[in-house]
């Protein structure tokens, strides 16, 4: 089992900046991927950025592109989701997520969810 703790969101204007965090229960090298959805009213969840374990390498959705990044801190088992120049689109629910290789079975776990409020 792994939890998930997110923390980070909050109420921004247009052009501005926030950095969420993701904390993790048990250390990331244990972890396939870890990364960050989002849902907002009304659409179904997507992902926004993804960091594979192995080597590092990061998967964005083209609407965040060049705008955010995502990294991690291996030592403090956390993930970070920098969110630069937010627009009002940007407006979600966002959630952590982490998947897990074990056996042969795959294991997804999520975070409690953190508003982001981007105003215009």
């Known amino acids: 089992q792994v939890q998930l703790v997110e923390s980070g969101g909050g109420l921004v204007q247009a052009g501005g900046s926030l950095r969420l965090s993701c904390a993790a229960s048990?250390?990331?090298?244990?972890?396939?991927?870890m990364g960050w959805y989002r849902q907002a009213p009304g659409k179904q969840r997507e992902l926004v950025a993804v960091?594979?374990?192995?080597?590092?390498?990061?998967n964005f959705a083209d609407s965040v592109k060049g705008r955010f990044t995502i990294s991690r801190d291996n030592a403090k088992n956390t993930v970070y989701l920098q969110m630069d120049s937010l627009k009002p689109e940007d407006t979600a629910v966002y959630y952590c997520?982490?998947?897990?290789?074990?056996?042969?079975?795959?294991?997804?776990?999520w975070g409690q969810g953190t508003q982001v409020t981007v105003s215009s």
């Open positions: 997520n982490v998947r897990r290789k074990v056996g042969s079975s795959w294991y997804d776990y």
């Open positions: 960091i594979i374990s192995g080597g590092g390498s990061t």
């Open positions: 048990v250390r990331l090298f244990s972890i396939n991927a």
